[in-house]
């Protein structure tokens, strides 16, 4: 909602101050596109300098992510999606589940899920026209090797940031993709704001110097 507002109050700015040739819609609406651009600019250069933090922040995240998976439906179909899509489990390793409280792996944990993990994890085969919901029960209890037989036993983390380092390329282009439209804007609203100055200096110009008809 927060992020809804945010946009339509932007782009109500930018497009009634340009219909309507209002410097202070202008302004706002150039003035909050720089913030935006320099907010991403900063947070881009801390990531990059404070890599081990942002890691550190990033395993944080995921740990919480993980701990609350079965009480937000959106989360856990997100969680589902990311590790089907990197062929991974958990945030470290697929040991991490045993943080949530259904598929933690001590005694006296009553849940049906307990030393289990979610079926995204599980090595699925494209000739299953059933997906086997139930395929990573008990693989907490197995060891390394002989888990990684059935599921992705490496973790999300690892994985999201080699993908990152072997699509440097893209992700800068994406980023480039996303400024470019940003600086346009703060360019063609600056033009726009000078052009209205512009005209306004200039109708004053002439109404101190109409000669006086009765003259």
């Not at 990531?47 to 992510?65: E, H, I, L, P, Y």
């Not at 969680?79 to 949530?100: A, L, V």
């Not at 001590?106 to 849940?111: H, Q």
């Not at 289990?116 to 139930?134: G, Q, R």
Request: with cysteine.
């Amino acid at each position: 909602m927060i992020l809804g507002i945010l946009m339509f109050f932007i782009t109500f700015s930018g497009c009634v101050g340009s219909l309507r040739e209002n410097i202070c819609l202008l302004q706002t609406f150039c003035i909050v596109l720089t913030i935006i651009f320099l907010l991403q600019l900063v947070a881009g250069v801390l990531g990059f300098v404070f890599s081990d933090k942002a890691r550190g922040k990033v395993t944080n995240m995921v740990d919480s992510a993980i701990k609350h998976y079965r009480d937000d439906l959106d989360l856990q179909n997100l969680i589902d999606y990311g590790q089907k899509q990197f062929n991974c489990c958990g945030g470290i390793s697929y040991m991490d589940w045993s943080q949530n409280m259904y598929f933690n792996c001590s005694e006296e944990n009553p849940s049906k899920e307990r030393c289990a993990v979610p079926f995204s994890c599980c090595l699925l085969s494209t000739e299953e026209a059933v997906i086997n919901t139930m395929c990573g029960h008990g693989m907490q209890k197995l060891e390394y090797l002989k888990a990684s037989a059935f599921i992705n036993t490496n973790g999300c983390i690892d994985k999201v940031v080699n993908w990152i380092h072997s699509n440097l390329f893209l992700l800068g282009g994406i980023a480039l993709g996303l400024a470019i439209p940003q600086l346009v804007g703060i360019l063609l609203s600056q033009i726009l704001i000078n052009q209205i100055q512009d005209q306004i200096r200039l109708q004053n110009y002439n109404q101190q110097h109409r000669s006086d008809p009765w003259s």
